[in-house]
């Protein structure tokens, strides 16, 4: 079976994006695939956390992972900072890197562009690089990634044949995978941005997999849309309702025409009531799950055994990245 890798950083309590833009697709992977999914600690470290914070969103990325339907006998789950090899590789590779191709990734902009220079961390600056080392860590050959991260895919690409070009085949070039549908679940409140887990302010764009259903459905109900009552898919003119279709879409498999002709005389209300019944039907089979899970010692010893079988991979990966760089003497 080929190998897939993929991960989440645990900055926040996951949101309904993470979940049908990664999460739900890893699931229905974990069969025709050798699939990889970890804990992205290390990433979370480029933004300043409170120890408590981190350490509860680790065990929740962990736990959710399982929760929504990752079977440990068939997926590696595991937490990147158990494994060293991610920053070792990751260093390797930002020497690797140019200013240049660092400088042009769109989540660096973004993410910095609220803060000035002299304060924006390195960390966020290279964090592409460490991304790339945890890909052609395990010779991954797909990368399910949502549509925000697939410029850090091609860079990965870039980084993995710059460095077969100056040293010998070593890394296989890796391929992002973006589902045709939920790559990109909108905020609620502003349906122009992204749903982010990370996001603070008054949190009302984000529906949490661990809100109580009281307020999934409040958030849902008070979504912002356009005002002429039509239930259509139209992402240009009308990002809000496109939006919660998509979220309709996923979660039942239901087509948008199909939701068009469901919804055609029964006006927003009616409809946002449909997509908050199945986000909350949804959403409370995964807290039951989660709830037994976080419980003992269970989650403990999965990512013990995730970080053996990952761990003897990408140690002999480094051995090899050595011997290529003329560090083994
Ligand atoms: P952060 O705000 O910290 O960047 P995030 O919600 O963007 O958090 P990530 O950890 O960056 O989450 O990404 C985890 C996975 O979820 C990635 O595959 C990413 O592409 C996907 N993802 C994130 N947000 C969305 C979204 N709104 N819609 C669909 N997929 C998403
Ligand atoms: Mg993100």
């Known amino acids: 079976m080929e190998l897939m890798l993929s991960a989440i950083k645990p900055t926040g309590d996951l949101t309904l994006g993470n979940y049908i833009g990664a999460i739900k697709n890893f699931v229905k992977l974990q069969d025709d695939y050798n699939l990889f999914v970890f804990v992205a600690d290390l990433h979370a470290l480029t933004v300043r956390n409170n120890k408590e914070d981190l350490n509860r969103w680790i065990k929740e990325v962990a736990a959710i992972y399982i929760a929504c339907g990752l079977d440990p006998n068939k997926a590696t789950i595991f937490n990147q900072s158990d494994l060293p090899q991610h920053a070792y590789l990751g260093y390797i590779l930002t020497c690797e890197s ?19 220079n002299e304060s924006i961390g390195v960390g966020l600056f290279i964090y592409p690089t460490l991304m790339a080392a945890d890909i052609l860590l395990y010779d991954a050959k797909y990368v399910p990634v949502g ?19 100056y040293y010998g085949e070593t890394f296989v070039i890796p391929k992002a995978i973006v589902a045709e549908k939920g790559a990109r679940i909108m905020a609620l409140d502003d349906p122009l941005k992204k749903m982010s887990k990370s996001e603070l302010g008054d949190n009302k764009g984000s529906i949490r997999l661990l809100d109580d ?15 002429d009552n039509l239930v259509k ?9 496109s939006n919660l279709m998509t979220i309709y879409s996923s979660l039942t498999n239901k087509s948008y025409d199909e939701i068009e002709d469901e919804f055609r005389d029964g006006g927003y209300g009616n409809f946002k009531k449909a997509v908050a019944d199945v986000v909350v039907e949804e959403v409370s089979k995964i807290q039951v799950k989660f709830n037994e899970i976080i419980k003992g010692d269970y989650l403990d010893k999965v990512l013990k055994e995730g970080a053996l079988k990952a761990g003897a991979i990408a140690s002999k990966k480094i051995d090899e990245v050595k011997r290529k760089l003329g560090l083994i003497i």
């Open 233 to 241: 898919y139209d992402i240009e003119n009308k990002p809000g309702i």
């Open 98 to 116: 140019y200013m240049g191709e660092l400088s042009r990734m769109t989540q660096f902009k973004d993410k910095s562009a609220r803060g000035n």
């Open 213 to 227: 259903v009281k307020t999934i459905r409040k958030k849902i109900m008070s979504a912002v849309t356009d005002s």
């Open 147 to 165: 549509e925000d991260q697939t410029q850090h895919v091609e860079l990965t690409r870039d980084l993995a044949s710059r460095f077969n070009h």
